[in-house]
């Protein structure tokens, strides 16, 4: 099975949440369940993305499947305030999805990439949804990461987090195989697109909210990643330092892309 890249402590569940309120107006101005009741979403994490497909759909029931228990009991936690709301949490590996009952529409975020076989993820996702359901897949594209000015510490750091997370049997890059995994699973009607950011001092506040919010992401991993010998301790420094040299550059840039796609099953 894959290495979870960036673990399951506290601060990482904590990371998982705010991430999802921070790109919410990113990831859900192409989503529209208005027409659906039955949400089947896996890889729920710890409920940071159901909580926003709670307040965005209130007709929607969510069964949320996710593989770590400690996750589960977290993502409890988070929705106690949608206690009346049809919620279901099964803790279940998604590349051996068997659920007793069909959906008609599935959601994945930020999942696909720490699975070795996603392929097998969306066949058994096709395989529980009802005819005419539909799926949205929000997955990273890591190599679309670019900055200015250059410096060497992120630039080192952010090679040894992708390499990370292939040695571990993860894809950084899966957003750009979306298509191709939906239509190899049986799905219709794929749109592909990009979205995310471009930052610069034009918009000071959300650069350095980003730039904040990119050091926690990467230092979710950075105690693995030294410990497997791939980077040593004062990297984490250089790239933390790194960051915060971006966001105060007068010519500073930050760009990254992500992938979402959906599909109908026909
Ligand atoms: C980066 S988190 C994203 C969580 C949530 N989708 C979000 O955006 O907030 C990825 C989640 O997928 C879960 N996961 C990884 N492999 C899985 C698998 N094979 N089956 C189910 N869940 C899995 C992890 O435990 C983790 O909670």
Known sequence: MTKYLHGYQEEEQRRLYEQAGLLEGLIY?????NRNKNLLEL???VGGQTEILLKLYPNLSITCVEIEASQLSQAKKNLQAFQKRNIEF?????????????????FICWVLEHISDPQK?????????????????????????HFYPKLPGLTDYYQAYNTFQVQN?????IGLQLGNLLHQAGFENILVQP???L???????RFKLMTEYWKKLMLSSASEMVASGLIENHLVNEMNSDLDKI????????????IQANAVKP
Do not use: C, M
């Open 29 to 33: 101005p192409w989503i529209d369940l």
């Open 43 to 45: 890889g729920s994490g």
């Open 90 to 106: 099964i803790q279940q590996d998604a590349t051996q999805l068997q659920l007793d009952k069909k959906f008609d529409s599935a």
């Open 121 to 145: 993820v969306l066949e058994g996702v096709f395989s529980h949804l009802e005819p005419h359901g539909v799926i949205y897949l929000t997955e990273v594209f890591n190599s679309s990461f």
């Open 169 to 173: 049997g993860g894809n950084p890059n």
């Open 195 to 197: 979205g995310g950011f």
């Open 199 to 205: 930052l610069d001092q034009s918009q000071p506040e």
């Open 247 to 258: 966001s105060t550059d007068p010519d500073g840039i930050f760009f990254y892309q992500f």
